[in-house]
């Protein structure tokens, strides 16, 4: 459980941020500026905030009123930095070494080995940081913050300065860790597709203010946050099962709370787990039942809402079973159809719509 | 050229016990002030490094004229020193080696300064959130980082000490076997009619001792980049 509650001044920005999450991992999201890093430093204690307080489970790292202030060294927080910020006159080693001689023996619970294991540093221990790739670099940095014992573990966009390929590696590395050790992890990122593979709680941050905050499905999928989450990114996230696999067609099918979808082929075991990303402009809707048409996935909805502006395009929100999705259509398809809150219609999903990132290991759709 | 006589290999020993405790004792303290002067900001910070920096513009002989008011057996500090201590400066080579320290003081504080400087600040932020406290982070992380310009101002001092005429001569006088470091010495043969192959002697020496100094201090530098990895220069 984290809470957080603080206000401060920083140059001509102001940030006044108030959240509770509690959750293996929670994404603070937000363009750039907005305040995430602010708030995460916060958190680490290196900047103070002029007022509030600032709590992990039960210990209060911070609160302005009783004048508590844990100074970073003795707060716990393992801080993994966007650009690593190795020891460059240390090895990987002594590197990964340095937070955790600073612990009492008795509170060292992550060992050296698990974390070399993990994280797949064998190779690496004796190596210089200057001879490290940015993905290894970027592994060390997490396996030094481990090490040092941490309550919680702030990472601070730790794929921004990392290729494709790269991204991916250390995505699945911090997986594992949510998986394997029992550490909160407070994500930063402006990535809708890091958000939605990794967090369950998000936090939407905008110019210094908290817009929202709660499930991650709930949340990707609000039309009112659009100016935070960004336009292009619309979209909504369904939270899937692997069904069944078609080896002719090279198809698997995704079950969901209120339908099924069907992708390419995954390379995912029926029952696993998959987070689909349907972006708003992959769905179009249909007033009756189309046939005759190539799109496989067309799924019963109800119209939730509709967010009109004055662009040429317009969301509806849509209500498939428990799930929601969002259709972005042309506001005068809108008009010609007639479309308002409550209807009944078809959305119109593109199978190869799916985001290859997050639907799991298979990349190549 | 290689046997020196006597006389000279004590002036020559004079001189490198001069200038090395010079350099060795003031470096914990250039290291505290330069750390200072870099990363803390407090009132009165113009003024500390306008002090520091004295030593530079005054002329040398003042700088000896006041260490002997304030060092001399009389002076406020050095009778308290006397009395208290047993530790005397006046006319002893411990207070050539003082004034050997003040006179390069300034070049060491500045050497230190710039390389804390140049050790990135988010790097010992790093430290700090990962249970260092300011002292550790202080000694395991910028000392460490610093190091070449540590060396680089060790050396500065150094051989403004074995150079040091003016404030050596006038705060402990010539006296040798005690005060008579190389400067000193080659001045008194230029003097002496009859005097200047003596004084040749010594100049090459000087020569080649500030050469060996040099190379010393460079392959030190080069030394402690690599092992930080860092290839730069």
Known sequence: ?365 | MVDLSPDELGILALSLRVALVSALCSLPLAIVVAHALARLSFPGKSLVDAIIHLPLVLPPVVVGFALLVLFGKRGPIGSVLDEWFGIVFAFRWTGAALASAIMGFPLMVRAIRLSIEAVDQRLEVAARTLGGSRLRVFASITLPLALPGIITGTLLSFARGLGEFGATITFVSNIPGETQTLPLAIYTFTQVPGGESQALRLSIIAVVLSIVALATSEWLTRRSKRLHGDDRG
């Open chain 1, 1 to 365: 459980m984290i809470e957080v509650d603080i206000r401060q001044q920083l140059g001509a920005f102001h940030l006044d941020v108030s959240f509770a999450a509690d959750a293996p991992i929670v994404g603070l999201f937000g363009r750039s500026g907005s305040g995430k890093t602010s708030v995460i430093n916060a958190i680490a204690g290196i900047t103070r905030p002029l007022e509030g307080s600032i709590r992990i489970n039960d210990l209060l790292l911070f609160n302005a009123a009783t004048g508590v202030d844990l100074p970073p060294d003795r707060r716990r927080v393992g801080y993994v930095f966007q650009d690593a910020l190795l020891f460059p006159h240390m090895d990987v080693e002594a590197n990964l070494l340095y937070g955790q001689r600073m612990r009492p023996l008795a509170e060292r619970v992550i060992d050296e080995a698990r974390v070399v294991e993990l994280l797949g540093l064998r190779e690496l221990l004796r190596r210089k940081p200057k001879a490290l790739s940015g993905g290894e670099k970027q592994r060390v940095a997490i396996g030094r913050a481990l090490l040092a014992q941490p309550r919680i573990l702030l990472m601070d966009e730790p794929l921004a300065a990392l290729d494709m390929p790269r991204k991916a590696e250390i995505l699945d590395y911090i997986e594992r860790l949510r998986d394997e050790l029992a550490i909160p992890i407070v994500y930063v990122t402006h990535s809708v597709a890091e958000i939605t593979r990794l967090a369950d709680t998000v936090v939407v941050l905008s110019e210094g203010k908290c817009l929202a905050a709660g499930d991650v499905d709930d949340v990707m999928g609000r039309l009112d946050l659009e100016s935070a989450t960004g336009r292009y990114e619309a979209g909504s996230v369904l939270d899937t099962r692997v069904a069944t696999h078609d080896s002719e067609f090279q198809l698997t099918t995704l079950a969901f709370d209120g339908g099924e979808l069907v992708v390419p082929r995954l390379d995912a075991s029926p029952g696993e787990r998959v987070r689909a990303r349907i972006r708003a402009r992959d769905v179009s809707v249909s007033l009756r039942k189309p046939t005759e048409i190539s799109i496989v996935n067309v799924l019963a909805a109800r119209v939730t809402a509709v967010q009109e502006g004055t662009g040429p395009t317009v969301d509806l929100q849509l209500a498939i079973g428990g799930a929601t999705l969002v259709a972005r259509i042309t506001r005068r398809s809108a008009r010609q159809l007639g479309i308002r809150a409550g209807q009944e219609l078809h959305a119109l999903v593109k199978a190869v719509s799916l985001d290859p990132l997050n639907a799991g290991a298979d990349r190549s759709a």
